[in-house]
């Protein structure tokens, strides 16, 4: 039965930080559910942060979303609200809702900024609609905002199944270690603040259907993810290193062989690569990876994370660089 009227629901506030993928997920077997066609590994980033502030109230004729302040325009819009509605269905109401979301770090350039705002966003709806879900159901909901928002629901080192089910009931993330199991360096390079020209859900698409690549990615996925998640385990990072660099180049090679090609990469990008390699050959443990965007994530010891900060600030055409490290995962802060 759904609960209609004049009803005001609390105001709940809650946080997500962004994830790096180190084996990625690209390609969805189902489109409307963004159900993966593998499966997938990332670490929880702490410091890159996003906030979400949800209230359901009987007495709003609309959803209102603001973004950073502002109000969110046409597809943007869209896409909260339809979430919003998940929520709604789920929890049986139909009050709209008030939403302001604002995350400290650059949104849609590849830096997961959609995976820390669904995490956020389900965390904070789910509750504010007087919901109380597990984090394997939180994971389910977030997914169904953007798929990588099944990993921020945890911290650490979480791993997202692909699952089996038409349904995508057996789809969602768990984790495969906490942030205190092996306390890496990672360090975010900006190369490019603007907003990407094609977002994942279309390169996605695209790299499926137009490049013959995509076969091969899909067979060679599940040895990098076991690799990975092994290196994890033995905390390993020369292993964890060399599988997601191989694991990030071969998706970016998928797309850039797809017709039209999709070429995320700034000549920047490709300088911070360079001066990895160069810093690898120095003697120094280190490795990147790239979502779809043009910044670099790098991972390296904890001690050496200062000193690579500053080296890779040099590089030219880097304009900022972020620290962070593993991280914890959603969390309430707030609840009226
Ligand atoms: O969650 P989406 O639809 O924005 O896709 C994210 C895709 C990558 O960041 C490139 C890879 C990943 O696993 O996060």
Known sequence: MVRHGQFEMNEVVATANANVALAK????????????????LSITLAGLTTTARVSFSGRLS??????????????????????????RRTAQIDAKAEVAISGNFPVAAGLASSA???????????????????TRELSLLARRGSGSAARS????????????????????????????????????????????????????????????????????HDADLDEIRQGIRDRDL????????????KMHAVCMAARPSILYWTPATVAVIQRVIELRHAGIDVYFTIDAGPQLKLL?????????????????????????????????????
């Not at 969805?28 to 499966?39: M, S, V």
């Not at 820390?116 to 597990?134: E, V, W």
């Open 25 to 40: 997920y690209w390609g969805k077997r189902d489109q409307a559910l963004n159900l993966p066609y593998t499966g997938s």
């Open 153 to 220: 629901i945890d911290g650490g080192y979480v791993e997202w199944l692909a699952g089996e089910a038409a349904d995508g009931s057996d789809s969602f993330a768990v984790q495969v270690a906490p942030a205190d199991h092996w306390p890496l360096g990672v360090v975010v390079a900006i190369t490019d603040e603007s907003r990407k020209r094609l977002g994942s859900r279309e390169a996605m698409a695209r790299a499926a259907k137009h490049s013959p690549f995509f076969p091969a990615w899909l067979q060679s």
């Open 116 to 134: 820390s705002t669904f995490a956020a966003l389900a965390l904070a709806a789910s509750h504010a609609a007087g919901l109380s879900l597990s």
């Open 238 to 249: 020369t292993r964890v290193g060399q599988a997601a660099e191989h694991n990030c180049l």
């Open 300 to 336: 390296c010891l904890p001690q050496q994370r200062g000193a690579l900060a500053e080296e890779i600030g040099r590089v030219p055409g880097v304009r900022k660089v972020l620290l962070s490290a593993p991280g914890c995962g959603a969390q309430v802060v707030e609840a009226a």
């Open 62 to 87: 609309a959803d209102q979303i603001t973004l950073n302040g502002q109000e969110a325009v046409a597809i943007e819009a869209q896409r909260f609200r339809a979430f919003l509605s998940l929520v």
